[in-house]
């Protein structure tokens, strides 16, 4: 017998953080680099991406693909020679997209001391069927004091996503109703 109330019909039992939670790791080498001799941002991001994108697929249970990138913040240089850590986790839920948190982290290599962050992000992934269509996804059960405090944060990011494009939209169609932008 369970203390939980019976689910409706059809409804997708929840998920914890820890259910999906990932962490991928990478050398960077010298095809990594920029024109500065640093790791280039877009090999961090796709790292990023993918790590993200292993989470959602996880904690949806099959497809999904990547809506946007809400934030993605370089703290530290990665150089040649770091093992880079790239730690995701599903923050929040909606009913077919999930917000999915990433902490950057790199150590030399050859060293024994800790690694440090150097980026962060946050992304929205949408859940795909098969003919690429928007299908539900488990609702995500935060289990930790910290896990409830980014779950929170995720949804004030998401209420200013969706006023961001709100106001957008608004704009564009008052421009064009004054004939400024045809």
Do not use: C
């Not at 877009?42 to 990023?48: C, D, E, P, Q, R």
Request: charged share 25%; hydrophobic share 35%.
């Amino acid at each position: 017998m369970t203390d939980q109330a019976p689910r409706p019909e059809g409804e997708i039992p929840g998920k914890s953080t820890a259910a999906s939670r990932t962490t991928l790791s990478h050398i960077m080498t010298g095809n990594d680099t920029n024109l500065l001799g640093t790791v280039h941002g877009g090999v961090i991001m796709k790292l990023v991406d993918d790590a993200a994108g292993a989470v959602a697929g996880r904690h949806s249970g099959g497809p999904a693909v990547t809506a946007s990138m809400d934030e993605m913040v370089f703290l530290e240089p990665v150089r040649v020679g770091d093992l880079v850590h790239v730690r995701a986790q599903v923050n929040w839920t909606g009913r077919s997209s999930m917000e999915v948190g990433v902490r950057v982290m790199a150590e030399r290599w050859n060293e024994s001391t800790p690694a440090q962050q150097v980026g962060s992000a946050y992304l929205v992934f949408a859940a795909v069927d098969g003919d690429g269509k928007p299908r539900a996804v488990p609702p995500v059960i935060p289990e930790t004091e910290r896990d409830k405090r980014r779950y929170q944060e995720a949804q004030i990011r998401r209420t200013h996503r969706l006023a961001r494009r709100r106001a957008i939209k608004e704009l564009r169609e008052r421009r064009v109703a004054d004939g400024i932008d045809v």
